[in-house]
């Protein structure tokens, strides 16, 4: 997918069309037979608009804000912060990680069908990504997804082994956050967790002076539209091995698994954020474009 497999495409795009139109929010990504590619060939015409659960136009302003920004005062995006714990076995790995986009961006990125931004550029090979994903249930924001994924992790920096996910999926597009499941986990008794996105207000001190706003429409109002929204985004994942992988030595190498995996995957949504400040809003014409391709829907 254009630059970099499985995110890149719209970066290549980015003059015509903004991220969002290739993170198709409703899509099913299962294999069709030819008949049915046929069916939607005929169809092609009478394509269906995607549905948005945010404020397109005002995400395209806070591109443009982060982007101005950032030819100034370069973004720095703090390392994630992890804390792990261990009860009776079960591990609990909590995670707050902060990021210079949107969090309408940057969920979108997590859910993308393609993969995501998780790509290692020095490398030229995927982290992560969904080998396969289907819709099971959708309504309104909300949907479940039978996903299987595929995660790389180089064992010793000789070779990469790919560990496969099999996982059930509850998305809230509107609130921005995602709850996951096991299906089937390699050496996993219990894999399961959830994270949300929420916004920071990266200049209220600065523009809203000793007000602290309380919603997005208020900081908008006391930075005089000038405010940019970052992105807190927190994950709290629970795993425990089966035996013998829970006993120590061997629990160890598990954990340490988990931690580095989970550090690189972060680090990729953090570069992707980069690319996202430096790239800019669309042109004009393609965000009217969008528009006419989009319906939003806010009160859900």
Known sequence: MGVFPGFG?????????????????????????????DTNNDHAKKKKKDVVYYDYKELMRQRGLW????KKHPWYDPPPKIRVTNKKGLYHMNI???????????????????????????????????????????????????????????????????IPLHLSMEENRKDLTTKYKKGKVMLMKEFHGDYKVEPIYVDQKRLCKKRLPKSPEEYKKCSGGQGRIG???????????YPPFNIPPLSWFIHGITIKTSKNLLNALQEMALIVREAGP???????????????????
């Open 96 to 162: 707050e990680l902060t990021v210079g986009t949107a969090p309408d961006t940057v969920y979108d990125l997590m859910i993308n069908p393609k993969g995501g931004p998780f790509f290692n550029r020095e490398k030229w090979r995927d982290l992560m990504k969904n080998t396969s994903r289907k819709v099971l249930k959708e309504n309104g924001p909300k949907r479940v997804i039978m996903v299987e994924k595929a995660v790389a992790y180089n064992v010793l920096s000789l070779t990469t082994i790919s």
């Open 67 to 70: 982007y101005e920004a950032e």
């Open 231 to 241: 992105s807190k985004l927190t994950i709290n994942h629970y795993f425990q091995p």
């Open 282 to 300: 669309p042109s004009e014409e393609a965000i009217k474009a969008r528009e006419k391709n989009i319906i939003e829907v806010h009160n859900f």
């Open 9 to 37: 495409a719209w970066i290549n795009q980015n003059n015509q069309e903004p991220p969002n139109a290739g993170f198709k929010r409703s899509e099913n990504v299962e294999s069709k037979s030819a008949s049915e590619k």
